[in-house]
């Protein structure tokens, strides 16, 4: 459905991608591991055309291309089909939850008022945030708060969900609660890409892992065969380090 291939970015005279191949199938849920500073978000926003790659190749259901080549409509076209949700939830301050959710379908997908209420309440039931459909952010956890942003994502029906550590700045309990939501997302037949540093996540809901070191995948594979019986001694030493002691 998705893939981009020998993607290649640098930062001046930094590397940060060396060739890198993603695939992303339709319904699966893909893990992306990785110390800081190995490339995980620039190759989030290398897909979503946050940042121009310099070289590579990019694949979406039919269309092909030359990832530098792809031009502007292009872009708009590519990015309608993917969802992103990051670290810093970015709702509007001065918007109720609702009319977080409902903006960009009366903005940008042109969707009458009527129709973008109802399915705004539609998702926020979904992430559990029906009861505070009037709040504003301030008002929120930071934990409700991305469960917003999450329905906010969702309710434009993407192909494919790009989650960029959507739980880093939460505390455990609050980590909790959007995990469940994006289990549920999961299990509910959604395609995601999720950068994250939460180990159980990757090895119960995630159905492929991906695991980057400098710029390239050391290691990928079914989460299963990634978490019991990692191939390479860089992934066996990254696993160690993490204290889930599954390994
Ligand atoms: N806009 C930028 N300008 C210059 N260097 C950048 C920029 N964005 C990222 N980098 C560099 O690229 C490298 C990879 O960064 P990236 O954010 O992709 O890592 P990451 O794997 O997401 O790390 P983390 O787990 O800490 O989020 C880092 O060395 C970083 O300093
Ligand atoms: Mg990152």
Redesign the pocket.
């Given at each position: 459905m998705l893939e981009v291939k020998n993607i290649h970015k640098r930062?001046?005279d930094?590397e940060?991608l060396k060739g890198v191949d993603f695939k992303v199938e339709k319904g699966s849920v893909i893990a992306v591991l990785?110390?800081?500073?190995?490339?995980?978000?620039?190759?989030l926003?290398c897909i979503s055309f946050l940042?121009r790659a310099d070289q590579g190749e990019i694949q979406f259901d039919d269309f092909r291309k030359d990832i530098t080549a792809v031009s502007k409509p292009e872009i708009r076209a590519l990015r309608m089909k993917m969802g992103f949700v990051f670290q810093g939830y970015n709702l509007f301050r001065n918007m109720t939850a609702l009319q977080n959710v409902m903006e960009g379908l009366t903005t940008a997908r042109k969707i009458p008022e009527a129709e973008a209420k109802k399915r705004a309440r539609e998702v926020l039931d979904k992430v559990g945030m029906s009861d505070r459909e009037n709040f504003y952010p301030d008002q929120l956890s930071g934990g409700q708060q991305q469960r917003v942003a999450i329905a906010r994502t969702i309710a434009y029906n993407p192909e494919v969900i790009l989650f960029?550590?959507p739980t880093s700045a939460l505390d455990p309990q609050l980590t909790g609660e959007v995990l469940e939501v994006m289990k549920k997302l999961a299990e509910e037949g959604a395609t995601m890409v999720v950068?994250t540093?939460e180990m159980e996540f990757a090895r119960k809901v995630a159905n492929w892992v991906v695991f980057?070191e400098d710029?390239v995948i050391v290691e990928e594979g079914t989460s299963e065969e990634f978490f019991s019986n990692p191939k390479k001694e860089r992934t066996r030493q990254f696993l160690q380090k993490t204290d889930t002691g599954l390994v």
């Open positions: 930062f001046g930094n940060v990785g110390n800081s500073g190995s490339g995980k978000t620039t190759l926003r940042e960029d550590e950068v540093h980057m710029g």
